[in-house]
């Protein structure tokens, strides 16, 4: 069978790289899991947050583990690593903000599961002049009092849309993240400037992304090495920083779990590779976070 093959190629510099963002994810796997049992002891966040932020926080560490196989080898598919870093990033940010606004947010995150669950069981379509039902084997009881009140919370009202998950913009989420760890504030902040709008352009397949990518913006850079290097940094440093801000804030609220400070570490001896200007100012942030 035929496929599409693209050249591929890595370097010294990336194959550093891809070692600490690896270790990286792999420390942040760890801690999560360790943080589901001693979170279930601590008096500083309820089981819902435990349960909910550490689900947010696997995500994040799959979507990372498929960030790797992209920029691991660099080519012309590691670009689709930054919607994926994007996805990170709302995933850690999301995990984060739960642990930081208390129990009611994470009850919003499961009734909101519930409710997408109920209102896509049952799937319209119309092809050409036929319509239909497309029903899930799996149903969920209207009368379920947990239905009703996943109802009651993001049922759409007077024909507006479905409510989101959670009302807060991500600057907001950010802002009351700050409240517990100005650390995680500032690195979430970081990544929201870095990678944010340029992921937006590539997961659309603009063509300002395409003339980015390829190097017709900027002459003075090889489209066939700098750009992928570049690429492959964003979505490193993306795991990096939202890693970073995930240790700050769970070690925030359990300060037993000593995973944190591995996964802290980790990411300092990244920045200190890769963006050493930085490091400065985050170790004297250290002595106030």
Known sequence: ???VTFEAFSNETNDTRNEYRDSIIWLLNRMNVKFMLLGKK??????????????LVLSSCTTGANISKLVEQLSICSKDSLPLARTFYESSLQACFVLADGDESAQRAEYYSVYKAFVSQTEHFKLGRTVGLIQNSTRLDRNNPTVKRAIELFAPKSG???RPCFDASRDEMIRRIKNISPHAAICFQGVEGMNFDFASEVSHGSYHAYKLLSGHLDTSVDASDGILQEVAFRATATVASCSDAIARTMLTVSKELDEAKHVIEACNLFYAEEVPEMTHDLQKLNTSD
């Not at 500083?44 to 349960?51: A, E, M, P």
């Open 1 to 3: 069978m035929r496929k």
């Open 42 to 55: 601590s008096d500083n966040v309820t089981n819902d947050q435990v349960r909910v932020s550490t689900a």
């Open 160 to 162: 507006n849309r479905a």
